[in-house]
């Protein structure tokens, strides 16, 4: 038995098959096209790549935006939160007490504007029940003018009226307070009602 089957036979290898020629401007063509499509696709992805790049630093940004917005207003929630009491006290204990011991110098600066020019009128103030010997004591500054100091029922403390011939003016500490106390107030609840809804 020969082994003449297991073995290539190469007996036919010596003929070459004819090869199909391709004409220079066919294979110009084909290799512009082909450079097209490359050229396109890597285009393509380019552009791809930049919009991906580009949504993702936006979002990135809007996030950080977000958190930083979000950061400011809690902080600044949480410091007017904690300045809240030290407003109440200070408008309920300190700023009366600090009005009431300057009302008298306040009636002093308010009657000196109101003197210039009236110097043949007599000042009147009229204050409330209890306050006139204060208010006299503030009013070492020797005027030019009688001074005047009545005491009336239906002022309340804090409560004057300064009076110069024609011009009269109002003094009034406590709507003063009432009016900073309410501003106060309403800060607050402002606050807290942007904190709570936005």
């Not at 029922?153 to 110069?164: C, F, H, I, S």
């Amino acid at each position: 038995m020969t082994i003449a089957h297991l073995l290539e036979d190469f007996g036919n290898a010596g003929k070459v098959q004819p090869v199909q020629t391709v004409s220079d401007e066919l294979l110009e063509e084909e290799k512009l096209v082909s450079f097209e499509n490359g050229y396109t696709a890597g285009w393509d992805d380019a552009v791809g790549a930049q919009d991906s790049e580009t949504t993702k630093i936006s979002a990135t940004l809007a996030n950080s935006l977000e958190d930083m917005s979000f950061t400011f207003h809690e902080a600044q929630s949480q410091l007017i939160e904690s300045l809240d009491p030290m407003l109440k006290v200070l408008t309920s204990a300190i700023l009366p007490d600090a009005m009431a011991a300057s009302f008298g110098h306040h009636i002093v600066d308010q009657l000196t504007d109101m003197a210039k020019g009236q110097t043949t009128q007599p000042l009147v103030i009229s204050v409330a029940a209890g306050e006139a010997a204060g208010v006299r004591s503030a009013l070492n500054q020797n005027f030019s003018v009688e001074v005047k100091v009545r005491e009336a029922a239906d002022l309340a403390p804090g409560q004057a009226y300064l009076r110069v011939g024609n011009l009269e003016r109002e003094i009034n500490s406590a709507a003063l307070l009432d009016s900073i106390r309410d501003s106060v107030d309403a800060f607050s609840y402002q606050v807290k009602e942007d904190a709570n809804y936005g």
